[in-house]
């Protein structure tokens, strides 16, 4: 994995602690993100409204579509991303999943926000899903 490309598809500078350095990874020209729908509940007293959200398709609707996924690329999505991408893509290209971490185990370090992981979600999901993870 060492050899791969990471990219950003979060639309957000990206801060990873990587041996002992924090580095940060701009995001790139695209950005991947999932189709949200609200449907009002109530509002609050305040006058807020509450609404229960739905997660649908991602965009873009492919992952041949994103920068180096011919060349194999890795990608730094949010986890309702990477969850989308498990729900979306990975019954059509199984193992697409693998190519999406999400940051983990994060701190505060300063006004930024450094992650000292990456989650591999394909890989839980995958065994949550199958029951191996109760």
Not at 40 to 45: E, I, M, N, Q
Not at 118 to 124: I, N, S
Request: aromatic residues 4%.
């Amino acid at each position: 994995m060492r050899d791969r490309k990471l990219i950003n598809l979060t639309g957000h500078p990206l801060h990873l602690l990587a041996q002992g350095q924090v580095i940060s990874i701009e995001p790139a020209e695209v950005t991947l993100r999932v189709k949200q729908r609200h449907t009002p509940l109530a509002v609050t007293p305040q006058g807020i409204p509450i609404v229960a959200l739905e997660f649908g398709e991602l965009d873009p609707n492919s992952p041949e579509e994103l920068p180096g996924w011919h060349e194999g690329a890795i990608y730094v999505v949010s986890l309702v991303t990477a969850l989308a991408v498990m729900d979306n893509w990975e019954p059509l290209l199984p193992g697409c999943a693998d190519r999406f971490f999400t940051p983990a185990s994060t701190v505060r370090s300063g006004s930024a926000v450094v992650a000292r992981a990456l989650a591999a979600v394909g890989e839980t999901e995958r065994r949550r899903r199958k029951g191996g993870d109760k």
